[in-house]
């Protein structure tokens, strides 16, 4: 058998708006979609929903009617859950019937998006049994895989994993640390039992998420032929290509002028056309093959930048100071029990808002202001701190 997994990442961030410091202690909305058009959260939900979430999940769809063999997993944020519940219901409705027809597979992970894990153990537990709790009432499961945000992964978050029941978990299959290595393997944490380990492919999942519509790229542009016969070439070292890339990768990073949904579309046909070719959910990975080997991370791996670490959420004073100054208020916000100021606090831990801080240069300076909503990383934080200014004050009235 040949498998491909499939696991596509879903979240839209809800953003701070432009909050001058006049703000602070007068006007409490920083989220508030009717005072500033500019940063308008709908406005950005309905874009990407029309470009990519709808067509992409009509693709994914109409897929599992035609393959009883094909399957998708999914994380997806409790931030993304609550903006499709107010502008796009019928996006969840769709998911609901893959999870239902045991075609789709949701992941476990993080309520809001955050990196918890490496500023507040309690605080990382308390999202995560969020998340959890929000998916069983929504799809009618609870997650058996983890995904930490960003695939920020360590030994340590492997153990704390196994020890809370996961039989998988993901993380970035790079180079430095697989050490010729094949990410096309499943393996076993270090220090752990039970649990398994799926590691991304990079490269093919880069040539779809990064490299698709870059005419300079030297293989563009890339037809199912040839993608195919890479897979077919990286299968002879391992049997498992997991492709982990953004659900947005289809429909707005990469236009649908490029002929993403058509290749997309065309990929399925080709590889499952072939005898013992499948695809496979992330849990089925897990218990249809045995670990072939350990891998270590006893250092943090992401998925983002050339560094493959936590630098583009913590790499400069901005961010530091940011994240430091909010999770020191943690205890006090959640012993007032109002439930309108705590979702406010966290929503000021997704990770969006640190990276839109981040100052690097050259390439990953490019992706980081893609993704912001923001003129700088300085007006980020700016904003930033003063919507946190106005949180410390609503505390202090409580």
């Not at 040839?226 to 707005?252: A, P, V």
Request: with cysteine; net charge negative; glycine share 4%.
């Amino acid at each position: 058998m040949r498998a491909i997994c499939l696991y596509l990442h879903i979240h839209q961030p809800v953003r701070y708006r432009e909050y001058p410091i006049f703000d602070v202690g007068n006007i409490s909305n920083y989220y508030d979609d009717n005072y500033n058009g500019r940063q308008s959260n709908k406005r950005i939900f309905e874009k990407v929903t029309d470009k990519s979430y709808r067509p992409m999940l009509k693709l994914l769809e109409e897929n599992m009617s035609k393959h009883k063999d094909f399957k998708v997993s999914f994380s997806i944020t409790g931030t993304w859950l609550e903006q499709a519940a107010k502008w796009a219901p019928d996006l969840i409705t769709t998911i609901r019937r893959m999870v239902s027809k045991g075609q789709a597979e949701i992941l476990g992970e993080t309520y809001y998006h955050s990196l918890a894990f490496f500023q507040d153990l309690e605080e990382f537990e308390d999202q995560v049994e969020l998340h959890s709790t929000a998916i069983e009432k929504i799809f009618g499961v609870r997650p058996q895989v983890f995904r930490n945000t960003e695939l920020a992964y360590n030994d340590n978050l492997a153990k704390w994993a196994e020890e809370k029941g996961y039989i998988g978990i993901l993380a970035e299959g790079w180079d430095k640390i697989l050490k010729g290595k094949s990410p096309n393997y499943v393996y076993r944490p270090t220090d752990c039992e039970n649990i398994k380990l799926l590691l991304k492919n990079y490269r093919l999942s880069d040539d779809i998420a990064f490299r698709f519509s870059n005419r300079d790229w030297k293989e563009w542009p890339l037809t199912v032929k040839k993608y195919q016969n890479w897979i077919d070439m990286d299968c002879l070292s391992g049997n498992l290509i997991n492709l982990f890339m953004d659900f947005e990768t289809f429909g707005e990073h990469q236009w649908k002028d490029t002929g993403i949904f058509e290749f997309m579309d065309n990929f399925i046909d080709s590889w499952l056309s072939e005898y013992d070719n499948r695809f496979v959910t992330v849990s089925e990975a897990c218990n249809l093959m045995e670990p072939d080997g350990e891998i270590s991370m006893p250092e943090t791996v992401t998925w983002a930048d050339t560094e493959r670490d936590l630098s583009a959420w913590d790499s400069n004073d901005m961010q530091k100071s940011a994240m430091k100054d909010l999770y020191k208020i943690r205890s006090k916000i959640l012993a007032t029990n109002d439930s309108k100021l705590i979702a406010d606090w966290r929503h000021l831990t997704t990770s969006d808002h640190p990276y839109s801080m981040c100052t690097k240069y050259w390439n990953d300076g490019d992706v980081h202001a893609y993704f912001s909503a923001y003129a700088s990383p300085y007006e980020s934080y700016m904003y930033f701190m003063n919507v946190l200014r106005d949180i410390e004050y609503r505390l202090k009235l409580k």
